[in-house]
């Protein structure tokens, strides 16, 4: 199959949205940009369609797929039930990089929520984004657009490394803005809990909510707790090489990573770091990268899977990273980050 490029990166084109509208109506699949990172888009009503997304990205096909909607109206057509909770999020947060997680209507297929009876809704911040699933119908499932275990998309470049030849399109909207994917929020069952860490952080929910909980299994090392959200069990973001964490004092953290540096050096193995722009100039004998800054954490969310793409592109093969225990993202990007190191964590 021959994947057509759309390139939108100035924005909506219209031309370019109606001929991507029409392949998702057709049954298709169509990559596009959202402010968290690309999504493989496919008519989520459309059973067909789904299971083709599963086959693209060799994906299990018990795990659900996130349905992306453009208008809060839309929510109405597939949600069996709407609770208060929602709607008061929806104010505070769409469009926007919050899922939620609802009781399902009959017209979503089992397809599309891996045999659940529950659906992911979303209403993405990002222009092309809505205009696309408007064009296609309303309700767009799509997962990132990786293939299953690699690093999710944060480039058009990254969908066509894994999917060129294997899906219809990709629209290119150029770099995302956030990096990870949305924070995703159950409100089904009691309390309103975090099934996923993201941008939006706890407190920001408990700020509409009052008190949310966080699914305990998410930082579990313990296999027997099983996380709530399916795709959650998996081990993503696996990079080829080994991934070590590395925390503790900044000062203890440098030193213990320039001296695994060196052994490994003497021993002729390549080692990979991951740093800051603060502390990059101080690493030896070691291919650093620098992940952002300390002083800004989006930056650090925005560049963690491009980093873990590049490395899988050199000779490393064991890479350490310092620790991001950043203010609003951490709990997110720290749950990647020990999700691709296997929970390899080194204190110090
Ligand atoms: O930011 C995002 O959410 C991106 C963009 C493209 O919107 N999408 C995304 O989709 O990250 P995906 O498929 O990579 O992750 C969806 C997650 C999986 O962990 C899945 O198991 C969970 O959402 N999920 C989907 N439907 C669910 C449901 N009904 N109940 C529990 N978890 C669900
Ligand atoms: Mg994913």
């Given amino acids: 199959m021959k994947t057509l490029i759309e390139n939108m990166r100035n924005g909506v084109d219209e031309a370019g949205i109606r001929r991507a509208g029409e392949l998702l109506?057709?049954?298709?699949?169509?990559?596009?940009?959202?402010?968290?990172?690309?999504?493989?888009?496919?008519?989520?009503?459309?059973?067909?369609?789904?299971?083709?997304?599963?086959?693209?990205?060799?994906?299990?096909?018990d795990n659900p797929l996130i349905v992306h909607i453009a208008d809060w109206d839309a929510i109405g057509r597939i949600a069996a039930d709407i609770p208060t909770e929602a709607k008061r999020l929806a104010d505070a947060f769409w469009p926007g990089p919050l899922t939620m997680i609802l009781k399902k209507s009959e017209v979503v297929p089992f397809a599309t929520t891996g045999g659940l009876e529950t659906v992911a809704?979303?209403?993405?911040?990002?222009?092309?984004?809505?205009?696309?699933?408007?064009?296609?119908?309303?309700?767009?499932?799509?997962?990132?657009?990786?293939?299953?275990?690699?690093?999710?998309?944060?480039?058009?470049?990254?969908?066509?490394?894994?999917?060129?030849?294997v899906i219809d399109m990709i629209i290119d909207g150029g770099d995302v803005e956030i990096g990870i994917e949305s924070t995703i929020v159950d409100l089904t069952e009691g309390r309103p809990t975090i099934l996923r860490p993201g941008y939006i952080s706890r407190e920001m929910l408990a700020g509409v909510l009052g008190r949310v909980e966080v699914d305990r299994a998410l930082f579990a090392e313990d296999e027997h707790l099983r996380p709530k959200a399916p795709g959650m069990r998996y081990r993503h973001y696996a990079p080829r090489a080994q991934l070590?964490?590395?925390?503790?004092?900044?000062?203890?953290?440098?030193?213990?990573?320039?001296?695994?540096?060196?052994?490994?050096?003497?021993?002729?193995?390549?080692?990979g770091v991951i740093g800051t722009d603060e502390s990059q100039d101080y690493y030896a004998n070691a291919l650093v990268k620098s992940i952002g800054s300390r002083t800004d954490e989006s930056s650090i969310a925005r560049h963690l899977y491009s980093i873990l793409?590049?490395?899988?592109?050199?000779?490393v093969s064991v890479i350490y990273s310092e620790s991001f225990d950043t203010p609003q993202m951490g709990q997110a990007i720290m749950n990647r980050l020990i999700k691709a190191a296997g929970h390899q964590i080194i204190s110090v």
């Fill in 244 to 271: 070590f964490i590395v925390e503790g004092a900044q000062q203890r953290v440098r030193e213990t990573i320039n001296a695994r540096a060196a052994e490994n050096a003497e021993k002729g193995r390549c080692t």
């Fill in 121 to 165: 809704v979303r209403l993405p911040d990002h222009e092309v984004a809505r205009a696309l699933i408007r064009a296609g119908g309303g309700y767009v499932a799509a997962p990132s657009a990786n293939t299953s275990g690699r690093p999710s998309p944060t480039k058009a470049e990254h969908v066509a490394q894994d999917l060129d030849g």
């Fill in 309 to 315: 793409r590049e490395f899988d592109e050199s000779e």
């Fill in 25 to 61: 109506r057709q049954g298709g699949l169509v990559a596009f940009p959202t402010e968290t990172v690309y999504g493989l888009g496919a008519d989520a009503l459309d059973a067909e369609a789904a299971a083709k997304i599963y086959r693209a990205k060799g994906r299990p096909s």
